[in-house]
């Protein structure tokens, strides 16, 4: 069996009770912390959705607590950018059962 594949099946992925929980930024300059992005780029242009995109994708993989998703993810920018996330299986089937207006916005 792949490595991987074990991984994200046992990987445990977070997320706020409500999306109403998400106020981080919609516009701006972000620097996401080394514990959730320790790549050579870290730092995220909002006003490109791809640049929004990759930053969401590493923050709802990599959150260490529920706060690291109300600092970094915007609810109303999560909804338009659902369906273009690349996402582990889990964490979507996670997200999305837990939140249905996100199946409605994919």
């Known amino acids: 069996m792949d490595t991987r594949s074990r991984y994200a099946t046992a990987r445990k992925y977070l997320t706020p ?3 109403s929980e998400l106020t981080g930024p919609s516009e701006g ?4 912390p080394i514990h959730l992005d320790w790549s050579e780029q870290g730092i995220y242009d909002l006003a490109d959705d791809r640049q929004t ?3 969401y994708e590493r ?3 990599e959150a260490a607590s529920v706060d690291d998703l109300r600092v970094y ?3 109303a920018t ?6 273009r996330l ?4 889990q964490a979507r089937q996670v997200w999305e059962a837990r939140f249905r207006a996100l199946t409605r916005a994919a």
């Open 29 to 32: 300059i972000v620097k996401l």
């Open 78 to 83: 999560l909804c338009r950018l659902w369906g």
């Open 59 to 61: 923050v709802i993989r």
């Open 17 to 19: 009770d409500d999306l």
């Open 53 to 55: 995109g990759l930053m």
């Open 86 to 89: 690349y996402l582990p299986i």
């Open 73 to 75: 993810l915007n609810a």
